[in-house]
């Protein structure tokens, strides 16, 4: 199969799909991969990197044209559309929940679209976005860092333990794969760690792989209250369900924070968890409600572009191999969980069920699809 790696052209993204050793394990399979031409520049892949490890590198119009299976990073933008076809196989993340006319765009092309943000295994867990929860919580907490110094307007307060000081409180809101990438620097920099979840088998896995300066509270009313007085920075790092209406930190609880506290949402739903976060920007990162830093940027794994794209690339890897060696309908015949979770679309036809709810389309049973192959 010819597969195409392309330059992402969302603002402040800098990873790349496919590292050059991702791209080395393509071509030992027998796979064309293209590379446009500075691609993996700011992740740390020069277009040489690429090329020793077997990749053509062309321009975008090159690769596009010529590659089936087209492997990204973000979803597809409106500048792109064009390049969106039939014979395409699309695999990135997509959330078409969030852009309709991307999904008019997959359907009415009549390409098979495969997010990396609903690939379940057969655990229910989501691996290819694990590594990006972990990275962004990690990186959720160093901005706390960074903006607690007071040349960043912060209060001047380091988040570590110190003899003779006291310790820092840092709140972690969810004990998922964010809030254990949080917790884990937080904790291992000598931090009083707090984790607020209502699932108590989350938790206490989470208490087996930490330290003791990590406590654990279930997530409640006086719990959230106590924790909001007490914390020098709040790190939100669950996904928030639209469907409610209260969140769980209202803008009148800012007035009962500390002074010089802070607020970060790795989550960035909007409207989320907490009613005073609104999503920010790697170019404009904070700003402040009721005396309170919030960081609220939507993509914290990009500033990390290195990383995160060794890491993506490394994850995701075995699925676009499995795609490109047996073909969409075999894959999707002999990988139930995997594949099948991870379709968006086939053929004109939506199989994601949040989509069609959402965007009140059609919805197509996958399985049943798969029985008409």
């Not at 050059?20 to 892949?45: C, F, M, N, Q």
């Not at 060696?325 to 139930?336: F, H, I």
Request: some cysteine; glycine content about 6%.
């Amino acid at each position: 199969m010819i597969i195409g790696v392309l330059k992402e052209i969302k603002p402040n993204e800098y990873r790349v799909a496919a590292v050059p050793d991702t791209v080395r394990e393509l071509v030992a399979h027998g796979h064309e991969v293209y590379v446009e031409h500075d691609a993996g520049k700011i992740a740390g892949s020069s277009d040489a990197d690429y090329e020793a490890a077997g990749a053509i590198v062309a321009d975008k119009d090159t690769v596009y044209n010529k590659c089936q299976l087209i492997y990204k990073v973000k979803e597809i933008f409106p500048e792109e559309f064009k390049y969106i076809t039939k014979d395409k196989i699309v695999i990135t993340y997509i959330h078409s929940n969030a852009y309709p006319e991307q999904t008019d765009v997959l359907l009415e092309s009549g390409c098979t679209a495969f997010a990396y943000e609903d690939f379940r295994d057969a655990d229910g867990g989501l691996p290819l976005l694990k590594p990006m929860s972990q990275l962004a919580g990690r990186g959720g907490f160093m901005a706390a860092v960074n903006y607690k110094q007071a040349v960043h307007g912060g209060n001047g307060q380091m988040l570590c333990n110190i003899p003779g000081i006291d310790t820092a409180v840092v709140t972690i809101i969810g004990a998922g794969n964010s809030g254990m990438g949080a917790a884990t620097l937080a904790a291992a920099w000598g931090n009083e760690v707090r984790i607020i979840d209502n699932n108590l088998k989350a938790m206490e896995a989470a208490r087996l792989a930490l330290p003791n300066n990590v406590t654990f509270l279930m997530s409640n009313r006086a719990n959230f209250v106590k924790c909001i007085k007490e914390s020098d920075v709040i790190i939100n790092c669950i996904m928030w369900d639209r469907t409610k209406s209260d969140p769980l930190i209202y803008k009148e609880d800012l007035k009962t924070m500390k002074p010089g506290a802070m607020i970060v949402d790795v989550a960035c739903d909007d409207p989320g968890a907490l009613e005073s976060a609104h999503t920010t920007t790697h170019d404009d990162p904070i700003y402040v409600e009721e005396g309170i830093i919030h960081y609220c940027v939507d993509n914290i794994p990009s500033a990390f572009a290195k990383t995160a794209s060794e890491m993506l690339s490394f994850a995701t890897l075995p699925i676009v191999l499995e795609i490109a060696d047996k073909g969409v309908e075999q894959a999707l015949k002999d990988n139930k969980y995997l594949m099948r979770t991870g379709l968006t679309c086939y053929d004109g036809k939506l199989t994601l069920a949040e989509t069609a709810i959402k965007q009140n389309r059609p919805l197509t049973d996958v399985d049943e699809l798969v029985k008409t192959f």
